[in-house]
């Protein structure tokens, strides 16, 4: 199982505040994060640091097991741009006749009655 870049700094970010008891911990996480930010390599080290010990190793897996079940979840979502098809219906206050909206948003008017008021059905 290989975690990218950014989930492990993420994690380790999520986990340092749990260090505080630790603080031989902490200081090498806050390190390797910071050397992470500069670009190094160092997503290995921070994986073992994590493991190093029982907890954090469960809270890591956890974490990095959430961010990916997200990853697979949105990446299988289709996007938002379907139509939204509960068009809301109008109707002529004058004469009862109904209308469609021509635009989400939008109120028609009234063919014969262009200035008389719609009233949402
Ligand atoms: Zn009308």
Do not use: F, W
Request: aromatic letters at 2%; glycine letters at 4%; hydrophobic letters at 30%.
């Amino acid at each position: 199982m290989t975690y990218t870049r950014e989930q492990i700094l993420h994690t380790a970010k999520l986990l340092q505040p749990q260090l505080a008891k630790l603080p031989d911990l902490n200081l090498e996480l806050q390190t390797l994060i910071s050397q992470a930010e500069k670009g190094q390599p160092v997503e290995d080290d921070i994986l073992s640091l994590l493991a190093s010990n029982d907890r954090l190793r469960e809270e890591a897996l956890k974490l990095l097991s959430t961010d990916e079940k997200n990853g697979t979840k949105s990446a299988s979502l289709p996007g938002n741009s379907a139509p939204i098809d509960c068009t809301p219906s109008y109707k002529c206050v004058e004469c009862d006749q109904a209308l469609e909206s021509p635009q989400v948003g939008i109120k028609p008017k009234c063919p014969d009655h262009p200035k008389a008021q719609v009233k949402a059905i």
